[in-house]
């Protein structure tokens, strides 16, 4: 059963900074991964998604990575924004499909003006 | 294009009582899954139709169930509510399985 583990569970930062979360996998054998954020009570918004013979993807300052044979993906976000405050979310979907996607319990993003 | 939609935004029942959420996808979009969150178990796949057939089903008891019309709207039901349903039920859609998934604001159900 696939499992997805999202590192650290909080974080606080100046802004300006940049920083990088972190979410591991445990079954490689994926199709894609896919990062959105998620505003307090509102629904996900989609950042960026890599499919499984991908190693990264661009948005503007958002750059994901994948490393598949390792279980891990990087979100990197340059120049933190105030605006950028937010949960995080990794989700994998697995190969076989049962399970729909399969999401980590985020990272708490606080950027300080 | 307008985004997923879902309706009611919020809801408020009875233990007991059953429940029936509208998700209207994207314009062109033929699969839509169903997700349940709440801020113990996080986000958690409950089911995904493609072109009207239930395509896969997350762990979840016989009382919720769903389906998808020719339109590709997707209904979800969840009957003999219980409080442990309280949650934050997101559907999403895609173009087609495995694509990016965009999700609607989500509705939010109270059971009392």
Not at chain 1, 8 to 14: I, Q
Not at chain 2, 105 to 109: A, Q
């Given at each position: 059963k696939q499992?997805?583990?999202?590192?650290?569970?909080?974080?606080?930062?100046?802004?300006?900074?940049?920083?990088?979360?972190?979410?591991s996998?445990?079954?490689?054998?994926?199709?894609?991964?896919?990062?959105?954020?998620?505003?307090?009570?509102?629904?996900?918004?989609?950042?960026?998604?890599?499919?499984?013979?991908?190693?990264?993807?661009?948005?503007?300052?958002?750059?994901?990575?994948?490393?598949?044979?390792?279980?891990?993906?990087?979100?990197?976000?340059?120049?933190s924004?105030?605006?950028?405050?937010?949960?995080?979310?990794?989700?994998?979907?697995?190969?076989?499909?049962?399970?729909?996607?399969?999401?980590?319990?985020?990272t708490?993003?606080i950027?300080?003006? | 294009?307008?985004?997923?939609?879902?309706?009611?935004?919020?809801?408020?029942?009875?233990?007991?009582?059953?429940?029936?959420?509208s998700?209207?996808?994207?314009?062109?979009?033929?699969?839509v899954?169903?997700?349940?969150?709440?801020p113990?178990?996080?986000?958690?796949?409950?089911?995904?139709?493609?072109?009207?057939t239930?395509?896969?089903?997350?762990n979840?008891?016989?009382?919720?169930?769903g389906?998808?019309?020719?339109?590709?709207?997707?209904?979800?039901?969840?009957?003999?509510?219980?409080?442990?349903?309280?949650?934050l039920?997101?559907?999403?859609?895609?173009?087609?399985?495995?694509?990016?998934q965009?999700?609607g604001?989500?509705?939010?159900?109270l059971?009392?």
């Open positions: 499992e997805v583990t999202q590192i650290p569970a909080a974080l606080s930062v100046p802004e300006g900074e940049n920083l990088v979360l972190n979410c996998f445990t079954d490689s054998a994926i199709y894609n991964l896919q990062w959105f954020r998620q505003d307090p009570g509102k629904g996900l918004t989609s950042l960026l998604l890599i499919q499984s013979s991908q190693r990264e993807q661009t948005s503007g300052r958002l750059n994901a990575s994948l490393d598949k044979s390792s279980g891990r993906s990087t979100l990197y976000i340059a120049a924004q105030p605006g950028d405050s937010a949960t995080y979310l990794c989700a994998v979907h697995s190969g076989g499909g049962a399970d729909g996607l399969t999401f980590g319990k985020g708490h993003l950027i300080q003006p | 294009k307008a985004g997923v939609t879902q309706t009611p935004r919020y809801l408020i029942k009875t233990r007991g009582q059953q429940v029936t959420l998700c209207s996808p994207i314009s062109g979009h033929r699969s899954s169903w997700y349940q969150q709440t113990g178990q996080g986000l958690q796949f409950l089911f995904e139709y493609f072109s009207e239930q395509r896969n089903k997350g979840f008891p016989g009382r919720f169930s389906r998808q019309f020719s339109n590709s709207r997707s209904e979800m039901n969840v009957s003999t509510l219980e409080l442990g349903d309280s949650a039920y997101l559907c999403a859609s895609t173009p087609g399985p495995e694509e990016t965009y999700f604001p989500g509705t939010r159900l059971v009392l």
